[in-house]
Every structure is written in structure tokens, then in C-alpha cells.
């Protein structure tokens, strides 16, 4: 499976946007931007976050690398997550990917600060889970659906192929505005335990994200199926 780094996919989707768009945006607060960001819904309706610590969650770890992320989460949904190393061009995931931060504490790690950051004036849910935002450039709040009673890659696969088709059905036929309302309900039918994060702007969390995997020379990435 490739992945790329989600700034360069901002920058493609920029470039897209715009004539004579040329080179890279380096400054991500410039890239971050609503129009930027706005973009990216042209090729998918939902934006998620698969939160995981390297080390203590394993079948999570598996089944990126399996490589059935892409097909599972399918084309209208984009699934960003940390990677240990650069991705400015398209990687592929090796065995040895992830390997990096194994030895990080959790309070240290990438993924972890980023979910503490989204739920700051509560208890941070326990990793592993994936985090659904309610739309791409605005503020927003977001689902989170705690992943840790998955013992095995084919448990998550499994798993997460039935709460990404989910997802997905419901972020094309939901009302402005309502699709985490859906979201949860259809959660709660099914008997899965979420939380939900306060509102807040989807840009400077993911520009916080950005620089808490950078502090450890690392990135946030996507698959480039939508891009490829």
C-alpha cells in the first residue's frame, strides 16, 4: 500500500484549484487553508483519523500494513494516520514502518497528542480508535470510536470494513449538519460506544498534528488512492 504525505495532497488539490499553481506550499499555514481544505471534498465526503500507538497496539499496526486500508475505507472516505518517517512523496509501507516510534511514551506520541488536543476539556479516550470529522475546512466536532477490544489484524479488518461502509453510505445521504447525529445513532443501534469531541477548527488541529509528528521527524499520511 502507498501513502503520501496529507500536505502534499494539499498541495495537489491546490494546485487542482487553481491555474498556474506551481511548486510546493511550504509553510502549512498557508497550505491549511478553507478554500485549500475545501478542495479535498471534491474527492472525498468524510475525513477520519485512525489514532494507534506503534507498539502497544499491534493489530491496528498489522492492518495498515497489510494494505487493505484503501479498499476498505473505499473512495469517498479519507483515512489519515502518523507515520514514523517523511512521506513527501508516495512510500510504500514496509515491515520495518512504525518501527521508530515503538519505544515513544504514550504522552510523547503523535497519535496521542493529537487525540488529547480534539478532547482537551475532558478525559482523553484511550487509543486505539478512529476519529470521524463532521466536514473538511470548517469547525467541527467529531466522533470517536475506541478500537482496543480488537485483538487481531483480521478482527480490525473485519471491524473497520463494516464501520467504514457505515460511514461512508452516511456521509452521502445525511443533512448538512447532521451526519454525526446519523453516525452516532447508527453506532448506538449497533451497540458501539463513541464519544464525542467539542467543536473545533479541523485546520489547527491538524496543524498541531502536523507538528507533533514532526517534532519526531515523522508526518501525517493518507493513501493515495483518491489522488493516485
Known sequence: ??????????????ARGKKGHAGNIQRLESLLTAENMSQLS???????FLAFHPRGDAP?????????????????????????????????????SFGRWADLG?????????????FDDRPTPVLPGLVVFENFAGDSDALYLPLGHLDTEHEVRTHLREVF????????GSKPGKFLDDLG????????????????PVREWLLGGFRA???????IVATIGLFG
Open 60 to 96: 491496528v499496526v498489522d492492518y495498515i500494513k497489510a494494505g487493505a486500508l484503501a479498499d476498505d475505507s473505499g473512495p469517498d472516505v479519507l483515512v489519515l494516520f502518523t507515520l514514523d518517517d517523511p512521506a513527501p512523496v508516495p512510500v510504500s509501507l514496509e515491515d520495518e
Open 106 to 118: 504514550l504522552s510523547a506520541n503523535p497519535s496521542h497528542r493529537m487525540i488529547r488536543a480534539l
Open 42 to 48: 471534491d474527492y472525498a465526503r468524510v475525513l477520519c
Open 185 to 200: 445513532m447508527h453506532w448506538s443501534r449497533q451497540e458501539l460506544t463513541y464519544e464525542r469531541s467539542g467543536r473545533r
Open 165 to 172: 461502509s457505515g460511514v461512508a453510505h452516511l456521509g452521502s
Open 213 to 219: 509528528a514532526r517534532d519526531h521527524y515523522g508526518d
Open 1 to 14: 500500500m502507498l501513502v503520501m504525505s496529507f500536505q502534499a495532497m494539499l498541495e495537489e488539490a491546490a
